[in-house]
């Protein structure tokens, strides 16, 4: 994929976000199992980053441990969205990119960044978005992520994605890489979400690529580690 093609890509995805914002921040109120599960992970009284934030809803599941929150995302309106609902309890927000997050070097005991890479175009883009999490995260400090496993029978009958879903050369697109829709409770078609469908071995090479040590690799759904048709998600656990 060609910089221009993918610079274009987050920047529509950016602009969808914003419009959609307010429904977007509707559909995450719920507490969720997989959140629950990643929390397990994140120690008590710890500095957490939450890169690709969204509604901020991790924030909600670590309150009883005391963290210190940060949220960061790229569309204003949803952190505007956050903030709202979430900074009078504690939590701090800051617009900001995956590729460039405008955090202190070494200043996190944990970075989550949950169900967000899969939204970044190119091997590298999503490379620099993983060094970057690296470099704001303390020695010794906790990564945790989360991407979907859009091979899993939920998203295949979801999205009906055949094969062939997975190219789109016309659109400078890449094996892998393709358009999901995000539709308002009426089923109007609001826009279209790029997304990339990871394999394991694919993420393992990113992330250890980036200097970061995997402790934890498997597939979930609904907070239990299961199999590739099963799990929804993909969850990582690397430490620094």
């Not at 020695?139 to 295949?156: C, H, Q, R, S």
Request: net charge neutral; glycine share 8%.
């Amino acid at each position: 994929m060609s910089p221009e093609t993918a610079q274009k890509i987050i920047e529509e995805n950016r602009a969808l976000y914003d419009r959609i914002a307010d429904h977007f921040v509707q559909t995450r109120h719920k507490l969720w199992p997989d959140g629950l599960r990643i929390a397990d992970y994140i120690p008590k009284e710890s500095r957490v980053l939450d890169v690709g934030c969204g509604s901020g809803r991790l924030f909600s599941l670590l309150r009883g441990k005391k963290c210190d929150y940060f949220g960061s995302d790229n569309s204003e309106h949803i952190i505007e969205a956050a903030r709202n609902q979430y900074a009078l309890q504690g939590a701090k927000f800051v617009v900001g990119s995956l590729t460039n997050i405008p955090c202190t070097d070494e200043y996190f005991d944990v970075v989550a960044m949950i169900a967000s890479l899969h939204h970044i175009p190119s091997g590298q883009l999503q490379q620099t978005a993983l060094r970057e999490c690296f470099r704001v995260l303390k020695p010794g400090g906790i990564f945790v992520m989360t991407v979907w496993n859009l091979e899993a029978d939920y998203f295949k009958m979801k999205f009906n994605l055949a094969d062939d879903s997975f190219i789109h050369p016309e659109k400078g697109l890449e094996k892998g890489d393709f358009f999901i829709p995000w539709k308002n409770d009426k089923g109007e078609l609001l826009g279209n979400r790029f997304v990339h469908s990871f394999e394991m071995d694919e993420l393992a090479r990113l992330i250890t690529s980036v200097g970061l040590s995997i402790q934890t690799m498997e597939y979930i759904k609904n907070g239990v580690a299961t199999n590739k048709n099963g799990g929804s998600n993909i969850l990582i656990v690397a430490s620094k």
